[in-house]
């Protein structure tokens, strides 16, 4: 059964930093990984997505790693701001259609 | 583009009625949609898969008598969580898959259900 972690559950840094999200997975054998950002009281929104045979991804300030051998995935976000604060949600796709996600990281920027 | 609608965005019952949530793709055709249920602090889980036509498929553990789950449409699923107990309170999402068949999966607003 595939188990998807994020570590950590928490993180407060100030504006300005660089920080990084990490994913793991049990089960190496995915079709893609998916970074989400979810709001509170809201749905989710995709942020970048990985397919297998790419090692990463880059949209914007956003960079998402991908080493399927060890199970990993990190998201690193550049030069942080007080609106990059939410949940960050990973989430691997197997096969057919499902995905399974980690529990998130509760990310808030002071300014 | 590639725009999910969920309706309502909450909704509060009293315990032993049933409550209907819509997931509408609104720009696109959709195959395929899955529901979701997210507690407080935790992650979202797969209820159930719906693909148009047919019935839906229920993750393990899903009580499917009581997730009622209608996919009449190529925009429109329903979930009908029946007889609701306050333990049904949760975060409701649903995602819909395009029909070109990408890999992207564009989720809902959520609808936020209270059962008192």
């Known amino acids: 059964k595939q188990e998807v972690t994020q570590i950590p559950a928490a993180l407060s840094v100030p504006e300005g930093e660089n920080l990084v999200l990490n994913c793991s ?5 995915i079709y893609n990984l998916q970074w989400f950002r979810q709001d509170p009281g809201k749905g ?7 397919q297998s045979s790419q ?8 960079n998402a790693s991908l080493d399927k051998s060890s199970g990993r995935s990190t998201l690193y976000i550049a030069a942080s701001q007080p609106g990059d604060s939410a949940t960050y949600l990973c989430a691997v796709k197997k096969g057919a259609q499902k995905l399974v996600f980690g529990q998130g990281t509760r990310l808030t920027i002071n300014p | 583009g590639a725009v999910v609608s969920q309706h309502p965005s909450w909704v509060i019952c009293k315990s032993g009625t049933s409550v209907k949530i819509e997931c509408r793709s609104l720009d696109f055709q959709a ?3 899955f ?11 797969l209820m159930a898969t719906s693909n148009e036509g047919s019935k839906a498929t229920y993750e393990q553990g899903v009580e499917k008598d009581k997730f009622l ?3 009449a449409s ?24 395009t029909r070109t068949g990408t890999d992207t999966q564009y989720f809902g607003p959520g609808t936020r259900l209270t059962v008192l």
């Not at chain 2, 249920?37 to 979202?44: A, H, I, T, V």
């Not at chain 2, 190529?74 to 898959?97: G, K, M, Q």
């Open chain 2, 69 to 71: 789950i209608n996919h």
């Open chain 1, 25 to 29: 997975f049990t089960d190496s054998a």
């Open chain 2, 74 to 97: 190529l925009t429109l699923s329903t979930l009908t969580v029946t007889s609701a107990h306050p333990e049904d309170s949760s975060f409701y999402i649903c995602s819909a898959r």
């Open chain 2, 31 to 33: 195959t395929t949609m």
């Open chain 1, 44 to 50: 989710l929104t995709s942020l970048l997505l990985i």
């Open chain 2, 35 to 45: 529901w979701y249920r997210q507690f407080p602090k935790q992650s979202l889980m």
């Open chain 1, 55 to 62: 090692r990463e991804q880059t949209s914007g300030r956003l």
